[in-house]
Structure formats: C-alpha cells, structure tokens
C-alpha cells in the first residue's frame, strides 16, 4: 500500500475538496452537545482525542495518537488515551476499523449506532454508510441460524468516487 507523504491536517483533505475545518468544528460542536444532554464530561483530554481522529477522513492508529499527545501536557498517559477513546467510542462519537486497528470519528453522532464503512484502498478515507435496515436484516439472518447477535462491523474495501474518478 502507498503511503503519501504526511501531510499537514488541514491540507490533507480527500479528494474532493471539502474545507475540513468544518467537520472538525461540526464534530467538536455535536460532541459538546452530547455530552451536556447525557451529563458527560467533556474533559480537554476527550475533546483532544476526538480532534486529533478526525484530523481527516483517514481512519488513525492509536500509536499516531500516542505518538501525537506524548508531548502535549493533558495527562496522556496511554491508559488515559485508551479510555479516552473507550469514551468516546462508547458514546458514538468515534468508531474502531477493526481491520485497521484505527478510530475515525463518527459521521451522525448522537444515536446509539453500528458503524458500517466503505473504506478506500487508494486514499484510505472511511466513509460511514447509513446502514439503514443493515443491521437489522444480518440479525434476523442470524436469528433464523438460532444466532444471537450481539455486534457486527462491516468494512468495505474498494475504490471512492473521487478515486474513480481520478486517473492514476
Ligand atoms: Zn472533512
Ligand atoms: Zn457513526
Ligand atoms: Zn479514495
């Protein structure tokens, strides 16, 4: 898999061009939101996580989080990040890539919510599917095996449209 060069957050937006400083604000805006309606704090190490994740639509590694905070002063000891980011999976705010071993944060925040990507293997950005009736037809699948389901991930790998639609 070809890297590019790392670029600076704001620079690496995907393909199509998108001024990300808004997903980022969108994200910290709605993150806020939910933890004031759910009595949660919003603690400076739990916001900086969830920032540091969606400095793209790159799914990230927790060693490039650790990596990132290690000389940041907001208590980041790894245990700390790594229930940082419990929290803020717990709460729908971020969700894991399983195959990636990597967080990206959550597109619809808010609802209690399976996360099903379709992840690009030319410029590695997730993109949350609805999912909508997704879930729901795997568990009745399941349940007429007798299969009680109780999580399922789906990560799709191919190309995005704007890799499609730019020649290589
Ligand atoms: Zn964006
Ligand atoms: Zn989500
Ligand atoms: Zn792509």
């Known amino acids: 898999m070809k890297k590019p060069a790392k670029a600076a957050p704001a620079g690496q937006a995907p393909a199509h061009a998108h001024d990300h400083k808004h997903c980022v604000e969108d994200a910290l805006a709605a993150a806020e939101r939910l933890c004031a309606a759910k009595d949660l704090r919003f603690t400076p190490l739990r916001r900086r996580v969830l920032e540091l994740v969606w400095s793209s639509h790159k799914p990230v590694g927790a060693y490039a989080l650790l990596d990132k905070l290690r000389n940041e002063d907001l208590g980041s ?38 996360g099903f990507f379709l992840i690009c293997g030319d410029c590695g950005n997730a993109e949350e599917l609805d999912g909508d009736g997704l879930s729901e037809a795997i568990t009745a699948d399941a349940q007429r095996r007798g299969f009680a389901a109780r999580d399922m991930t789906l990560e799709v790998t191919g190309l995005c449209a704007d890799c499609r639609k730019t020649p290589a």
């Open 77 to 114: 000891a790894p245990p700390t990040i790594y229930r940082a980011l419990d929290f803020l999976i717990e709460n729908g705010l971020i969700h894991r890539i399983e195959r990636m071993n990597a967080f990206i944060g959550c597109s619809h925040p808010g609802e209690a919510h399976r």
